[in-house]
């Protein structure tokens, strides 16, 4: 056993050989840590090769160990045993139902046998004993009345069950009848025992605080033994004749500019008495300038400082660069947001103004193949002491920059800032332009690019082509699921679980119907892209545990569901029952693939049957980063390296995130090899000329070998639309009505809240009925369209995979029978791949496609609504700051190289498109602020740190640890990405 310690995270780490002496049928897996003889974490590892937890300071002994499952005696006096069902949700909630008592027998025997009557003497007690639990300090013995009750509810860490009939008057025991008993597991051997120690943690630290308005702020925080206070007492104050009443400690904040060589008291004003605090917040502190905490003890009568305690290490706010960005929003609106130094602004216009009137505007240029126009009528007057940000009005179509500028009133003008970056406005139509072809060969070779098989020969008859994508992403979360100290849990959807319900929901569904289909002898090829955040949490050591603890808790809160229904709600069995054989076939195919499910998806891949691209690293809105390539470079460079890291070969085409496309984006594809890229419709239909095949057939984006395959709005109205789609139909599970934990109503009608049972057969029958719907209307559009067109046209139906599944349930089936009629039933669309179809036809139509997404409004709107604008300004300073240090680092420094990559990768993190999706959306705003936040003051953590490495000084290398264990995503990423611009 491998044990890692930093700061307070510990990770516990071993190989298979562990597994391979772990009988499993008959015995558990433990990892159980003692500190003086004292167990303080046991936790089951079944299957796993890596764990980890955050303990206090100390010395700990770790172990390994073999157990014997966990039994439970049953104990009655009768000569056939009472039906008796206990059901466990996990170690500290229990359902317990008892049936098919004799209670005849007994009152014979308690009125022959006690003199009392029975019933009117008599009551019946549920007695509960419990194991110690500091967690939830429930007693350690109860007794719960339980007359005319069959069905018990138990809290606690449960040691027996007994049931008895008592005297009423004294509560005395006249007879047991039943005894359940849960044996302790038995240890069988330890495999492996390590000592290991927690250091403590003590001192002053300095970081930077990100908060939503354009400033800095400094956090101090602090934390000591009580010895070291003790100490101070005894060395400090009592040879004064002190008392702790009669002195305070202040934090003192020192400050020195770049050039500057000593240290000057912060806003000396300011008067910052700790009492019990923890932490300070200094806000609006200055930038390119060091900053210096202190403790100090201060003696309250004189207003005397006694002596200094504690120090932190200097840490260094960079010089943030004056500018003006400029972001595309849609066809008419831009959004533009500055950083002007206050204190400099207030001089430079003093000083400009000479006693006359001056006004700041917002200049705006069109920018003409790289010369700009001045649009007065479009500029904009700001005050700049209460404005840093602006939403601006403008022409379809076009091409802008914007200026900062100050005009005195006789005519004079004073450039604030340069002009920004470019932004480009969408079209509304498309563009005039003449149609023109290019022919880019595919030299490239992939699995999918070969003849479909079919029963009726699809592949010798078909008359149109269909690509079928799924698009699988979920945002990079890398947390424990709570699951509440008195085990009182049900799933609830927040953030943690995202990833957990997507497994059980979508993605396992999904290979059980590969599996299936590879298994019946049916051929098919499917598009796919699979987000390197999403292949990084199916890699996840910590996850992969998260995930086997989760769907255990489902099978237990099914088989607590079952009994429940079975006496509440009869008719909800079959619903209750078919919950829990899928969690116990999500749990199946997990193990059978090592825990690790790319590995599933690589094996179809290389199988043939599917195409896998990728999306941006962290899926990243990319044309709210174009003003900085590195960031682009980084997105794509680390998702390309992932993916050969993952899929054991290059990718062909990538997904871009949210489908948001700007002019210029083809150029960083091309840099990496990709081929295509996947658009919402009107991206295709609004080009620069009229689209001749429509989206029946990619493009080429003009000057590059891109292609751009835009989405068919009739396939995705056919599945995705609340009103015309599959997914409302009666017969189908109801995603937002929940009898319980889980759901058990179909649909019936989407305007009534009285729902009937869900029947997993009519659901079944219905999904074949609509894919064979959805192939036919294939076929009736290709045999319309066949003979406009001077090649096979083609259909792109692009989709979330999570709505396969987790939104519509029967997704998964809906794909397993549409597959199956294509191999069997027809011989008119023929499934090809983007690659495949590129193969074919190396000859298409060419264009400039507009600014676009697949968005509300197909816009960029949703991701520049007020509530989440702020938040580029913030990611695009931390890109400008590691740009700037990585330029200056050597690349020759290991230790360095460390720090710059997990730096980089918090920015990646901080540029994921679903933190600002999610707030627009209203949900979950404050946890999405919290992940927003931490990332990037990590991020500034490990800047200090990699700075003050060049400088020659020494850094915490234990939080640096701490930092890199808790965010391991993207291990093939290269920080010298963030070199070039």
């Known amino acids: 056993m491998i044990i890692e310690v930093a700061r307070r995270l510990t990770r516990f780490s071993w190989d298979e050989e562990i597994h391979r002496r772990v009988d499993y049928p008959e015995e558990d897996l433990f990892l159980e840590v003692y500190t003086n003889e004292n167990c303080i974490l046991s936790r089951k590892v079944n299957f796993l090769n890596q764990t980890e937890e955050v303990l206090a300071p100390g010395t700990y002994q770790a172990k390994l160990l073999r157990k014997k499952k966990p039994l439970l005696k049953l104990t009655s006096c009768f000569h056939y045993t009472p039906k008796v069902v206990l059901v466990s949700e996990n170690e500290r909630r229990h359902h317990l139902s008892i049936s098919e008592i004799d209670w005849e027998n007994i009152r014979r025997e308690i009125e022959i046998g006690k003199g009392l009557h029975f019933g009117k003497d008599t009551s019946v007690f549920l007695r509960i004993l419990r194991y110690e639990d500091p967690e939830t300090n429930f007693p350690l013995e109860e007794w719960q009345r339980a007359d005319f009750k069959d069905y018990f509810l138990v809290l606690g860490a449960l040691r027996a069950l007994e049931f008895h009939v008592c005297d009423q008057k004294g509560q005395k025991s006249l007879k047991k009848i039943l005894r359940v008993e849960v044996l302790p597991q038995e240890t069988v051997a330890i495999l492996s025992e390590e000592s290991f120690k927690v250091k403590e943690v003590t001192g002053i630290f300095l970081a930077r605080q990100v908060i939503e308005p354009d400033q800095v702020n400094l956090k101090v925080y602090w934390d000591f033994t009580d010895s070291f206070w003790e100490d101070l007492s005894r060395k400090l104050l009592e040879p004064r004749k002190l008392t702790w009443n009669d002195v305070e400690v202040r934090l003192e904040v020192y400050a020195r500019k770049k050039e500057e060589n000593e240290f000057s008291l912060f806003r000396p004003e300011e008067k910052r008495d700790i009492g019990l605090a923890k932490d300070w917040i200094i806000n609006a502190v200055p930038d390119d300038t060091y900053f210096l905490a202190k403790l100090v003890i201060f003696d309250k009568r004189r207003n005397k400082k006694i002596e200094e305690i504690a120090a932190s290490e200097e840490l260094y706010v960079p010089r943030r660069e004056e500018k003006i960005v400029l972001m595309p929003i849609d066809e008419r609106r831009l959004f533009t947001y500055w950083h002007l130094d206050r204190e400099a602004l207030a001089t430079r216009l003093g000083r400009f103004a000479a006693g006359k009137r001056i006004t700041t505007y917002i200049k705006v240029f069109h920018d003409f193949f790289g ?287 949210e489908c948001a496309y700007v002019p210029g984006l083809e150029r960083f594809l091309e840099e990496y090899g990709l081929r295509y890229f996947f658009s919402e419709t009107h991206t295709v239909l609004n080009g620069d000329s009229p689209s001749e095949f429509g989206v029946h057939a990619p493009v080429f984006v003009r000057g590059s070998n891109v292609a751009v395959f835009g989405r068919d709005p009739e396939t995705g109205k056919q599945v995705w639309s609340a009103d015309e789609g599959y997914p409302g139909d009666p017969d189908y599970l109801d995603f937002h009505i929940k009898g319980g934990p889980f759901r058990y109503c179909r649909i019936t009608n989407r305007y009534t809240l009285q729902k009937e049972p869900y029947n997993p057969d009519w659901a079944r029958e219905k999904a074949a009925r609509h894919a064979q719907h959805f192939m036919e209307c294939r076929n009736f559009r290709f045999e319309y369209v066949r003979g406009w067109y001077w090649k096979k046209p083609l259909s792109v139906a692009t989709y979330d995979a999570e709505l396969f599944g987790h939104h519509w349930f029967e997704g998964p089936l809906f794909i397993y029978y549409f597959l199956k009629k294509l191999y069997y039933d027809q011989n008119q669309t023929e499934l090809i791949t983007p690659s495949d179809y590129l193969a074919r036809h190396p000859t298409n139509q060419e264009i400039l496609p507009p600014p676009s997404s697949w968005g509300d409004k197909g816009t960029f709107d949703k991701w520049m609504y007020g509530s989440v604008s702020w938040m580029y300004r913030h990611i695009h300073e931390a890109i400008c700051a590691l740009h700037e240090l990585a330029k200056k680092a050597p690349n020759n420094d290991p230790v360095l190289s460390q720090l710059l990559t997990q730096a980089g990768r918090e920015v990646l993190w901080a540029m994921n498109s679903d933190l600002g999706f999610v707030i627009s959306n209203g949900h979950f705003v404050d946890k999405m602020k919290e992940f927003f936040f931490e990332a990037l003051e990590r991020f500034w953590q490990l800047y200090e740190m990699a700075r003050r490495r060049m400088d020659g000084k020494s850094f915490d290398e234990r939080l640096a640890q701490e930092i890199i264990f808790t965010r391991p995503i993207f291990p093939e990423h290269n920080w010298e990405v963030w070199k070039k611009r």
């Open 371 to 657: 010369n700009l126009y001045h649009h007065p009528d479009k500029d904009v007057a700001v005050d700049l002491s209460s404005a840093d940000n602006w939403y601006l009005w403008v022409d379809p179509d076009k091409a802008y920059r914007v200026q900062l500028v100050a005009v005195r009133e006789d005519g004079k003008l004073l450039e604030l800032t340069a002009p920004s970056n470019l932004a480009h406005t969408a079209r509304t139509a498309p563009g005039g332009a003449p149609p023109s072809y290019a022919t880019h060969e595919l030299q490239a070779e992939h699995p999918t690019i070969r003849p479909i098989e079919s029963k009726m020969g699809t592949a010798e008859h078909s008359i149109g082509y269909l690509i079928f994508h799924l698009h699988a992403h979920l945002p990079y979360i890398r947390r424990r699921v709570v699951y509440g100290a008195a085990g009182i849990w049900q799933p609830l959807g927040f953030p943690e679980e995202w990833y957990h319900e997507a497994l059980v929901d979508t993605y396992i569904p999904l290979i059980k119907v590969f599996e299936d289909l590879l298994n019946e002898g049916v051929d098919f090829k499917l598009s796919m892209d699979i987000s390197p955040t999403l292949t990084n949490m199916m890699r996840c050591p910590l996850l992969q545990e998260e995930f086997l603890k989760y769907v255990e808790g489902l099978i237990s809160l099914a088989r607590a569901e079952i009994e429940r229904v079975r006496r509440e709600a009869p008719h909800f069995e079959a619903a209750a029952w078919m919950h829990l054989r899928r969690f116990e076939e999500a749990r199946e195919l997990f193990l059978r693939y090592g825990k690790d499910l790319t590995q599933a998806f690589r094996r179809f891949q290389d199988l043939g049957k599917l195409e896998i691209s990728t999306c941006a690293a962290t899926h990243g809105f990319l044309p709210f980063y174009t003003m900085y390539p590195e960031a682009v470079r980084a997105q794509i460079e680390t998702a390309v390296r992932d993916y050969e890291a993952t899929f054991g070969r290059k990718p062909l085409g990538i997904w871009l995130p």
